[in-house]
């Protein structure tokens, strides 16, 4: 990813001890992770009559606050180095998304030296850059009815290649207030809203849902959903054909933002008929960005953690960056984290985006096999391809002029490896 550095000096003099003041900076649009560095000189050593000595003559302690005045967090001065990101953060520091804005070092002026002391602090961004994450959208622990705790499936995850992860357990918000941290996997707030007439997701918030999860009619189903929206949550048709838990509500227009279209814990056949009613809803014109998960709830030779995954093309790995590119479907369905990959673009607009008619699609295809099967799909055909024995990656240029949508799929021994959620077209 890249990065910048800023480097400025800050000349604490005798009268300023043992106050505190702010030293501004600027932190520019587009970034994912701050560290801020920083050094004085804080000993005077010497040698006297053959007897080396170490004085203490400055203390600078450090605080943090961010553009919008937040108190972000403080470490004194007993560390040189703090990171602030949205998914990891320096012991003592909140995970926050780092926004533009006049960003401000907390100066701790404890003790200064009679001559004063200049400070020089080291301030590198790290930019937001598309990356290709692979995570985990629905997945049950002890906090309902799975046989994992948070810990244990977190780290299967991480151990299956899983770069994300969101904790859906049925009607209930306590998990999510002791989530794990980890710096090595993003652990996100989820829930599944469980009634006897269907399933949904509610996924980004601790607490989506203010009141309790129960409803007695079809009104306060959609009550629920609305209320778990406008508390912030992506709200998720969940496995919507499976014969036991599907949808028996009807589908109204807006009141999804996602389609979990392939669920591990549904058959086959449930799955099938989701792609096929959601291929029908993109030939009607409608955008309905789809992801996939795999219900897991105890261990199971067949039901794994991470199959299927969805795989998004998200800014960075911060939950604020995941959830946006979840909610514009940026990414694709994979049936497991060593699934083949796809980058699609089409004049600027990605997986999930909107392009002008006739625009060139440019499409990288990765991790392929021989033998795998390439469908190109819009709302006037499809196009198939067979990959040769040798073939590792693929790169083709289409256009689409007279198509709303196209989107693709990888199928691997008759398996459906790859869906990817659609580029449409003006």
Known sequence: MKKTQIVFREYVPKERERTYYERTFPVPEGICRINIEYDYRRYEEGEENGVSHKREMNIIDLALRDGRGNYIGASGAGRKHIWISGWDSSDGYVRVDPDAGEWAVIVGAYKVADEG???????????????????????????????????????????????????????????????????????????????YEGHAGMLGVPRPLE???????????????????????LVVLNHPFCPN??????????????VEVINGGTTPQANEQCIRWWHEQLCAGKKLPVIGGSDFHR????????????????????????????????????????????????????LGGTARSG??????????????????????????????????ALHLTRTFPAAKFVRFEILRQERLALLSNPIYFT
């Open 359 to 392: 625009a060139e699609v440019s499409i990288r295809l990765a991790q392929l096999r021989g033998g795998d099967r390439v469908r190109i799909l819009t709302d006037l055909g499809c196009e198939e391809l067979l990959c040769a024995p040798d073939t590792a």
């Open 211 to 233: 009141s309790a999860f129960c409803a007695n009619s079809a009104d306060e189903a959609w009550a629920k959903l609305a209320e778990a929206r406008k508390n912030g949550a």
């Open 245 to 258: 838990t599907g949808w028996h509500f009807g589908i109204r227009d807006g009141a999804f933002d996602l």
């Open 117 to 195: 002391v200049e400070v020089t602090y080291t301030v590198t961004f790290t930019h937001q850059e598309r990356t290709l994450l692979k995570g985990e959208t629905h997945i049950h622990t002890t906090a309902s009815d799975g046989r994992l705790t948070a810990e244990h499936a977190v780290q299967m995850a991480k151990d299956a290649g899983l770069d994300y992860i969101f904790l859906t357990d049925h009607n209930g918000y306590a998990h999510n207030l002791a989530l794990p941290v980890r710096p090595d996997i993003t652990v996100l707030p989820g829930g599944e809203w469980t009634h």
């Open 299 to 350: 261990m199971d030779p067949a039901k794994q953690i991470g199959q299927p995954a969805t795989a998004v093309w998200a800014l960075s790995r911060s939950p604020r960056d995941i959830l946006q590119a979840l909610r514009e479907g940026c990414g694709c369905v994979i049936l497991w984290s060593a699934a083949p990959t796809l980058w699609a673009e089409a004049e600027g607009a990605i």
